[in-house]
């Protein structure tokens, strides 16, 4: 720990002039001298890129930097996220010593404070969630918290959750040594240096500046503030917005007076406030509704690097009064500085990190909110993904790629106002928040919402999550438990597994692939054999060094047409990808996501229905597992794909936009003498659990290989094409694995397990759940999850999940699927 204390009341030092030569090329250019952008100089410099350089307006912290409260963390709800922030952290002592700048480390630890029931449930949820994330975290009592940090009120405190490895720090001082240790590396930096346009060029970008031009190969926008006016100069609108956000500190308080150690950082989560020690002194934060959005078009360039903007307590309100109650001893000292300054928010709160679809070689690396805590693991995965071609990991929780035309400016604004708002509050794992909503609906909303659909949304798409049963308000109580949802989605289960369902399947991705050398770029892309024409396969995709970038399924329509069918909010993600693999092929990919419709029909009586609609010959013979053909249905043109999610005989039915609402209605009709009922999410997340199927985002994701997740029986490795990752594939086929994807049966009460729940063999920690629900035909709580390999050979193990932070008796289930583990009801029936 150092004495030195940040000063977020003071404007930032000046680097240490180094004047170098303006150059005339480069290889990476990073516009933005704030933490992020000398943490991406730094990383690039120590991955061996000796001609990057920074591009700063002004000084170095001149934007939201030099004024942040400091504070860092591990903590993060997406599993690598809080990879890359626990990184972050370790890399403070080793940036010091090369640059030889104190950051001002104030390792003080962090408390999470409950002062409600439900709350408590939480953080006790949270700590056995740590247990996979790698944080050593500790539930406290009210004592312990007093103890600890003798100016919080605990009467009403329920209890607390302690992470030794949170802290804060002197923004100025760790932003310097990130500076400094990227030129001692070789990388350089520019000062008062402001990028004024930037245009494509055949060999990247031309990088016009106030000092001259150049030409660089990569440029990077941490421009922080400035971050959305540097994408317009490259043709792109990011869904970054700036949000208004105040501090206070305080004089010294008599109680840290009397101290020699400091308070921990401290959380008050229910009252949604924030505090540090500062001297002896406090700083007090406040995310206070309605948010303030700032500079609503884009910071302007003569923004001062010592400007703050003017305080505003009124609009605090009872927020204020919150943190006053808490810690009532700030009421009886004195307000040294009241800090109102702006941060960058994205639309749900995480960076936007990565190459931007269409534009080669520019990336991002902005709308960083906790810059402190984020920095270091930005700016090291920004590296790998520049020098190596990929990142360590499922980045995707903060891949630029994740959000789609529909971020608007307007719908950044409304959801990052969102987010700011309920940063504090707990995110239920059923609720889904209002902001920017509906914002894309297909031609059924109306119709679904008339029949009682609760709606969630993916990708700004509005999704029935379920249909709630007559007499019922079609609205779902948020809870960690089971929630009011529970009756209406067995019913719909039920109806599947027995009779036939129904459920759109807009969402998801439809991408069609076309061309002479068609199947030759299909073989390179993906890692399963092709099917003939007529047939469809399941296709993984791996990226170079093996990992999974997509689960999708392959049509072949003719010898040069295929359709790829895949998950809808990965749009953005795998159109680069494709666009990229596709440069200079004879083959053209084109996403009609949003102009396809589609529905799965699905149950026993799921042929009787479609057979109804059709003259075509649907029998098993004619038209098997896996079959796909074009036709009629009813009035409506259709790809007719003979594919099941369920684990039922079923079929999905693509058809144009404008066919879409005839479709519907023709199959309702002919569905109503089978007991036709309409089914959503919930009920399609059940089916395909009790099946044992994975998904991405999930059981799926660029954190794991073929091999771990079962989907290396899909891979062809003795096709002639050499496709992408096959290398890695093969060494891991030929070696041994260290963990599987395995389905467990828990014995839960009331409720699910939902994603990263520690399983357990007695006290040895051995995996973690990927996602889970409740079976509600074969009436048991199921889950899917990674465990050491060591575990599934020696099945009899009594397992253990964490629910509710309470351990539950679990076990492995044979054969990989609890309903008809041999597949005959959607093969042969």
Known sequence: MTDRHPSPHHPPSPLPPTSPTFPDRLKVVVIGGGVVGCSVLFHLA??????????????????????????????????????????????????????????????????????????????????????????????????????????????????????????????????????????????????????????????????????????????????????????????????????????????????????????????????????????????????????????????????????????????????????????????????????????????????????????????????VTVGFAQAGGIGRALAEWLTEGEAKGDLLGMDVARFGDFATHSYALSTGGEFYERRFRIAYPNETWPAARPSKTT??????????????????????????????????????????????????????????????????????????????????LLACRLPRVGEVRLAPMLSPKGFLRGDLTVACLAEDRFWLLGSGYLQTFHMRWFEEMAEGQGVAVRNFSDSMMGFSVAGPRARTLVEKLVREDLSNEAFPFMAVRECDVGLAPVMLARLSVTGELGFELYTPFSYHEALYDALVRAGEEEGLRDFGGYALNSLRLEKGFGIWSREFTPDFTAGESGLSRFVDFTKNARFVGRDAALRERDGALSRRLVLLEIDAADADAWRYEPIWVGERYVGFVTSGSYGHVVEKSLALGYVSSDVVSSANDELGVHLLGEKRSARLVDGGAIWDARGERMRKS
């Open 46 to 367: 120590k991955a061996g890129i000796e001609d990057c350089a920074l591009f700063e307006r002004k000084e170095l912290t001149a934007g939201s930097s030099w004024h942040a409260a400091g504070g860092f963390h591990a903590v993060n709800s997406d599993l690598n996220i809080s990879a890359l922030q626990a990184y972050t952290i370790d890399l403070y002592d080793e940036i010091q010593e090369l640059s030889g700048v104190d950051a001002g480390i104030h390792m003080t630890g962090g408390i999470n404070i409950a002062a409600t029931e439900e709350r408590w449930l939480y953080l006790r949820s949270e700590w056995a969630r740590h247990r996979v994330l790698g944080i050593d975290s500790e539930l406290i009592d009210a004592a312990e918290i007093r103890a600890r940090c003798p100016i919080v009120e605990t009467d009403d405190i329920k209890g607390g959750l302690f992470d030794p490895k949170e802290g804060y720090l002197d923004p100025s001082g760790t932003t310097h040594a990130y500076a400094k240790s990227a030129q001692k590396l070789g990388g350089q930096i520019f000062l008062h240096t402001k990028v004024e346009a930037l245009e494509q060029h055949s060999e990247g970008w031309l990088v016009k500046t106030n000092k001259g031009e150049l030409i660089a190969e990569h440029v990077v926008n941490a421009a922080g503030l400035w971050a959305r006016r540097v994408g317009a100069m490259a043709g792109v609108s990011l869904p970054v917005v700036a949000m208004e956000h105040h501090y206070l500190i305080t004089e010294a308080l008599p109680s840290l007076e009397a101290m020699d150690e400091e308070i921990p950082f401290v959380i008050d989560l229910d009252g949604e406030v924030y505090l540090r020690q500062e001297h002896k002194g406090v700083l007090l934060g406040i995310y206070e509704t309605p948010s303030t959005p700032w500079a609503v078009s884009g910071a302007p360039w003569d923004y001062r690097e010592d400007e703050l903007l003017p305080p505003d307590l009124d609009r605090l309100g009872e927020t204020l009064s919150n943190g006053l109650k808490r810690f009532p001893e700030i009421e009886r000292a004195g307000i040294k500085r009241v800090v109102n300054g702006p941060f960058t928010f994205s639309p749900d709160g995480n960076p936007l990190v990565g190459p931007v679809r269409g534009l080669r070689n520019f990336w991002c690396a902005c709308a």
């Open 443 to 524: 031609p059924l909303y109306g119709r679904f919402k008339d029949r009682g659909a609760v709606f969630g949304d993916s990708f700004a798409l509005e999704v029935p999550l379920y249909f709630a049963r007559s007499g019922e308000k079609a609205e779902e109580t948020p809870t960690f438990r089971r929630s009011n949802a529970f009756p209406a989605v067995r019913e719909e289960c039920r109806a599947v597994r027995e009779r036939v369902g129904i459920t759109e399947t807009a969402s998801f991705s439809k991408y069609e692939v076309s061309g002479k050398d068609a199947r030759t770029f299909l073989d390179r």
